[in-house]
């Protein structure tokens, strides 16, 4: 499978954004998904997951912030992402796994910035 992150840009604090994750080569339903970012000298983190059953989970940091979703008919990850600040500002991957979890394949990522 491969994946491509879009979506990313620069934005003002408080405003909003929608990355998307396009798979192909892969089982797109059978597959769990996940967003995760990294900023400049820090681990990467995890943000959001979604299950094969649409189930989610959130990083704590989201507080309400951001929605994942799926699209299995267009093979798409979603990330809406509102109310964001400056310390949201990381590059953004999408990732996907068969075993429960993702991490079997990475994309390239999409950069967000978020000024003040």
């Known amino acids: 499978a491969q994946l491509e992150e879009s979506g990313g840009g620069l934005v003002q604090a408080g405003g909003s954004l929608r990355l998307s994750c396009t798979v192909s080569?892969?089982?797109?339903?059978?597959?769990?998904l996940g967003w995760y970012r990294q900023a400049p000298g820090k681990e990467r983190e995890m943000v959001a997951l979604i299950s094969r059953i649409s189930n989610t989970r959130y990083a704590d940091f989201v507080k309400g912030r951001f929605t994942i979703s799926r699209d299995n008919a267009d093979n798409t990850l979603y990330l809406q992402m509102n109310s964001l600040q400056p310390e949201d500002t990381a590059m953004y991957y999408c990732?996907?796994?068969?075993?429960?979890?993702?991490?079997?394949?990475w994309g390239k990522g999409t950069q967000v910035t978020v000024s003040s």
């Open positions: 990732s996907l796994g068969y075993g429960g979890y993702p991490g079997d394949v």
């Open positions: 080569g892969g089982l797109f339903s059978s597959a769990s």
